[in-house]
C-alpha cells in the first residue's frame, strides 16, 4: 500500500534541458511535501519543499508544483546540469505524524553532458 | 563538521548477532529519525525519539528492534538476533524541532551473513 509513488525509476534528460520528476500521492491527509536529492553512498539530502496551502514554491534551478486536486506533484530542475544526477525521492507528512515521512522509492535522474 | 554523524558505515554480522547503530545528530538537534532502505526500495520511517523520550515508534517490528536517545551521547538503533532481511542500509536524520527540515547522515549499511 503505497501512498507515494513515483512511477518512473529512472530519466535520463540533455544537459541544458528540462527535468521533470513526477510524483502522485493517496493519502489527502497529507499537507506537506518535500524532495530529496541522494546520490550513491550518501545520506539524502533536502531539495524543497512546499506546503499544502502553495501550488508552488521556486529555489533557483529547482521548482516544485504541487496539484492537489489530483494529488500530483513534480519538480523541475532548469536548466539540468550533469551534478544534478542522482537519486530523486518525493516524501509527504501530515501534521500529525511528526516527522513521519513517507516516501516514495525514487527516480535516478541522469543528465547526459 | 557539523552534520549528522553515523557509524559504523559498514556492518557486517553473522546471523543471530546483534547489530548496534549510532548516530549522533546535528548539534543543537534534539529531535532523531530512524529509517531503512532496502534495496530498490524507498526509506521506510522507523522510529522518532527526543532526549530519553521515543515519541513514534510505528515503523519499528515489535520484535527484536529498539532504539534510545540517552541525555548523554548518540542515539542507538539496535538490533538483536539479526536476520538476513536485516540487510539495508539504516539512515539516521535529526531536526531543530517537530515539523523542521530533516537533516540525514550517511547511513550505515548492514549486511548479514
Known amino acids: 500500500d503505497q501512498q507515494v509513488k513515483q512511477n518512473s525509476p529512472s530519466l535520463s534528460v540533455q544537459e541544458g534541458r528540462i527535468s521533470i520528476l513526477n510524483c502522485d500521492y493517496t493519502?489527502?491527509?497529507?499537507?506537506?511535501f518535500l524532495w530529496y536529492k541522494k546520490y550513491p553512498a550518501e545520506g539524502p539530502t533536502f531539495l524543497i519543499s512546499i506546503s499544502s496551502i502553495k501550488d508552488k514554491n521556486e529555489d533557483g534551478r529547482f521548482t516544485v508544483f504541487l496539484n492537489k486536486s489530483a494529488k500530483h506533484l513534480s519538480l523541475h530542475i532548469v536548466p539540468s546540469q550533469p551534478g544534478d544526477s542522482a537519486v530523486y525521492f518525493c516524501a509527504a507528512s501530515d501534521n500529525k505524524s511528526q516527522g513521519n515521512l513517507i516516501f516514495g522509492k525514487g527516480t535516478k535522474l541522469s543528465v547526459k553532458p | 563538521n557539523a552534520g549528522v554523524m553515523q557509524n559504523p558505515r559498514h556492518l557486517v554480522r553473522r546471523r543471530g548477532q546483534e547489530a548496534r547503530l549510532r548516530c549522533s545528530p546535528m548539534k543543537g538537534h534534539s529531535h532523531v529519525y530512524w529509517y531503512r532502505q532496502l534495496p530498490e526500495e524507498g526509506l521506510k520511517f522507523m522510529v522518532y525519539l527526543q532526549k530519553e523520550n521515543i515519541i513514534d515508534e510505528s515503523g519499528m517490528p515489535k520484535e527484536r528492534f529498539s532504539a534510545e536517545f540517552p541525555k548523554e551521547g548518540p542515539s542507538i538503533l539496535r538490533i538483536q538476533q539479526v536476520v538476513r532481511g536485516d540487510s539495508a542500509a539504516y539512515f539516521c536524520a535529526s531536526s531543530q524541532g517537530l515539523n523542521e527540515k530533516l537533516f540525514f547522515g550517511s547511513g550505515t549499511q548492514l549486511s548479514v551473513l
Open positions: 493519502n489527502s491527509m497529507f499537507d506537506y
